[in-house]
């Protein structure tokens, strides 16, 4: 978090600040309720079954990565280099959607194989946490490229500037949700 | 100012690929038993996420505004009473039905 410019600016980080904090809340009451549903499998496929390790592994570094190239574009932005800032949301960008594309052929593979979230109570509680992710990084990637948008029609001023520091945030907090995930449910789940 | 920020940047990134790589790594190999696989695994979670707080998200004890700090505190208040709650309910219950 740098410095916000004007208090007007420290308000909103603020406010933004707190919807992350009631969004953690929500995440961890996904957590609980994935926690308690693991054994309602209704003799359905267990974690074990189902999840791949190397998938998950190449999911986590492309959001970790992502993470460190949003972070190299908000130091450009301040730096005042508009280019080099765009060069690496776009970057930061195409990993959250390499991430996504790998949810989603996850997702299609276990609903095609009659894993899909009517199956069982834990293959429900798997989707809504997951998925709640993978929308929120669905909702981050959109607004990654609305931001390169306003960069390029409005230069780096000050708004676009406090926005981009915002996103930030929301974009870093993604990664610590994953953290969660794949300590919750992935690791736990492939183990014998 | 700029080098020392690129600096935390990949500060984090390497100790975040620490911490990933172990877990991984011992459900991986499969040599640990699973309690004790589950307890690195928690242990890496928790230090990773404080990494993450501390170097991607920059939190600082002494230059963060005091109501952010208080505002992460009590969230991770809430989620201590609520999630601890529902899996303390859950599994008591769980184990009585059991019965």
């Known amino acids: ?192 | 100012m700029n080098e020392a920020g690129a600096r935390t940047y990949l500060t984090g990134l390497t100790l975040a690929l620490v911490l990933t790589a172990v877990p991984f790594g011992i459900v991986f190999a499969g040599l640990v038993e699973r309690p004790a696989a589950l307890v690195v695994i928690a242990a890496a979670a928790i230090l990773q996420i404080l990494v993450h707080l501390r170097w991607f998200l920059r939190l600082d004890l002494t230059r963060t505004p005091r109501e952010n700090l208080l505002a992460l505190a009590f969230a991770a208040l809430l989620i201590f009473i609520m999630v601890g709650g529902s899996l303390w309910i859950m599994f008591d219950l769980h184990d009585r039905m059991m019965m």
Do not use: N
Not at chain 1, 86 to 103: C, K, M, Y
Not at chain 1, 105 to 112: D, K, L, Q, V
């Open chain 1, 1 to 192: 978090m740098s410095a916000p410019v004007s208090a007007r600016d420290e308000e909103k980080a603020l406010g933004f600040w707190l919807y992350l904090m009631t969004d953690a809340i929500l995440f961890a009451l996904l957590f609980a309720t994935y926690v308690v549903m693991t054994v309602g499998t209704a003799g359905g496929p267990t974690g074990h079954d189902l999840f791949s390790l190397p998938r998950t592994f190449a999911e986590t570094m492309l959001l970790l990565v992502s993470s460190t190239t949003f972070g190299f574009a908000t130091l450009a932005a301040g730096r005042g280099e508009g280019g080099a800032a765009i060069r690496w949301l776009l970057l930061t960008a195409l990993l959250g959607i390499g991430f996504v594309a790998l949810e989603l052929s996850e997702f299609a593979g276990m609903i095609a194989a009659g894993a899909g979230p009517d199956r069982s109570g834990f293959l429900s509680a798997f989707f809504a946490l997951v998925g709640a992710h993978g929308l929120h990084v669905s909702a981050g990637i959109l607004c990654i490229l609305v931001m390169v948008g306003q960069m390029l029609a409005k230069g780096l001023t000050a708004p676009v500037l406090s926005r981009l520091i915002r996103l930030g945030l929301f974009w870093h907090f993604l990664d610590i949700v994953w953290v969660g995930i794949f300590s919750v449910v992935y690791l736990p789940g492939v183990l014998p």
